[in-house]
């Protein structure tokens, strides 16, 4: 193979030795116009987890976005990550922990009710071999939409008809509760709808739980508040292995963990969900562990190391086997 230098990559005589015109039959495949399916694997002492894409969102985001930081630093920010100037990318990773005893679904994804490009979880689902009836139980780490919807499609019905439903009992009491309705902002009163809309008639079926309470064994839950009033986390062991769920203690890493100080507009406690995340990124650093966040590049797991100013978010290898 010729050397390329630089000099020859420019002015074309190199790349032609790299153009797919080189090879005949690489040219005459058809592209595959579609995406692969987006499912990670991988293992915590015994039990087996699945990350389940179910796609992103590019959140319009205005000079409200962040309460105690200017708007062209939140710019500079973005620009710092190689993001859009007015949008959060904001992508959906759901958790299945196979715990060998019950089969447990961490947040529900959007029910393709929040963008056009979200709503693949269950497409995703069937490409990991999971039969949605299959779930025998939901975790729910808050109630924002994206986080809940998936738990009904857009008639209603049940997504995953055989499983129970675990929330935080802090979470119910707030958003299904009237009088905090009645007295919420208007953009924040559809959120309250929205909640009714998943749970009004299924209640029954949601277990509570306190901070603290294992949702399975190996799964304990620590409350996460800031965020919403029940916001939870979920630290899940197995033989001498760790994972902290995170929900949504951060959304995008490049935004929240570099600048960790910044009270975003959806946090219904600013103050409150910046010593949360701090107090749990702190402990993650120190203690090297394992995490995963809702809203980070899929498959949305890796580690964060502590930095002058913040936190960085290093992203798993792949892994070819468990
Ligand atoms: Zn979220």
């Given at each position: 193979m010729?050397?390329?230098?630089?000099?020859?990559?420019?002015?074309?005589?190199?790349?032609?030795?790299?153009?797919?015109?080189?090879?005949?039959?690489?040219?005459?495949?058809?592209?595959?116009?579609?995406?692969?399916?987006?499912?990670?694997?991988?293992?915590?002492?015994?039990?087996?987890?699945?990350?389940?894409?179910?796609?992103?969102?590019?959140?319009?985001?205005?000079?409200?976005?962040?309460?105690?930081?200017?708007?062209?630093?939140?710019?500079?920010?973005?620009?710092?990550?190689?993001?859009?100037?007015?949008?959060l990318?904001?992508?959906?990773?759901?958790?299945?922990?196979?715990?060998?005893?019950?089969?447990?679904?961490?947040?529900?994804g959007?029910?393709?009710?929040?963008?056009?490009?979200?709503?693949?979880?269950?497409?995703?689902?069937?490409?990991?071999?999971?039969?949605?009836?299959?779930?025998?139980?939901?975790?729910?780490?808050?109630?924002?939409?994206?986080?809940?919807?998936?738990?009904?499609?857009?008639?209603?019905?049940?997504?995953?008809?055989?499983?129970?439903?675990?929330?935080?009992?802090?979470?119910?009491?707030?958003?299904?509760?009237?009088?905090?309705?009645?007295?919420?902002?208007?953009?924040?009163?559809?959120?309250?709808?929205?909640?009714?809309?998943?749970?009004?008639?299924?209640?029954?079926?949601?277990?509570?739980?306190?901070?603290?309470?294992?949702?399975?064994?190996?799964?304990?839950?620590?409350?996460?508040?800031?965020?919403?009033?029940?916001?939870?986390?979920?630290?899940?062991h197995?033989?001498?292995?760790?994972?902290?769920?995170?929900?949504?203690?951060?959304?995008?890493?490049a935004?929240?963990?570099?600048?960790?100080?910044?009270?975003?507009?959806?946090?219904?406690?600013?103050?409150?969900?910046?010593?949360?995340?701090?107090?749990?990124?702190?402990?993650?650093?120190?203690?090297?562990m394992?995490?995963?966040?809702?809203?980070?590049?899929?498959?949305?797991?890796?580690?964060?190391?502590?930095?002058?100013?913040?936190?960085?978010h290093?992203?798993v290898?792949?892994?070819p086997?468990?």
């Amino acid at each position: 193979m010729p050397r390329l230098t630089r000099r020859a990559l420019l002015a074309g005589s190199g790349a032609a030795a790299l153009s797919p015109r080189a090879d005949p039959a690489a040219a005459a495949a058809p592209p595959a116009g579609r995406e692969v399916p987006g499912i990670y694997r991988y293992r915590i002492g015994t039990f087996e987890l699945t990350a389940l894409y179910d796609g992103i969102w590019y959140r319009p985001i205005t000079d409200k976005f962040i309460r105690n930081a200017s708007f062209a630093e939140v710019e500079s920010a973005l620009a710092d990550a190689f993001m859009p100037a007015d949008k959060l990318a904001t992508p959906f990773t759901t958790l299945i922990v196979n715990t060998g005893k019950r089969l447990i679904l961490i947040d529900t994804g959007t029910g393709g009710q929040i963008a056009p490009s979200a709503g693949a979880l269950c497409d995703n689902l069937v490409a990991a071999g999971i039969d949605p009836k299959t779930i025998d139980l939901i975790v729910i780490s808050h109630f924002h939409p994206d986080h809940i919807n998936g738990i009904k499609d857009k008639d209603n019905e049940l997504v995953f008809p055989n499983a129970e439903i675990m929330a935080s009992a802090a979470e119910w009491n707030f958003w299904m509760d009237d009088a905090n309705m009645t007295a919420a902002p208007a953009d924040l009163r559809l959120t309250f709808r929205n909640q009714w809309r998943i749970f009004s008639d299924i209640a029954r079926n949601v277990t509570r739980f306190t901070p603290g309470a294992e949702v399975a064994p190996g799964i304990v839950t620590l409350a996460a508040p800031g965020h919403t009033p029940g916001h939870t986390v979920f630290a899940i062991h197995s033989g001498d292995q760790s994972l902290l769920v995170l929900g949504d203690t951060a959304q995008h890493p490049a935004v929240f963990a570099r600048h960790p100080d910044w009270q975003a507009a959806f946090d219904i406690d600013g103050e409150t969900a910046v010593a949360t995340r701090k107090k749990l990124f702190d402990r993650a650093a120190a203690d090297r562990m394992l995490v995963t966040g809702y809203h980070f590049p899929f498959p949305a797991c890796g580690h964060l190391i502590k930095t002058a100013s913040g936190y960085e978010h290093v992203p798993v290898e792949w892994q070819p086997t468990l």
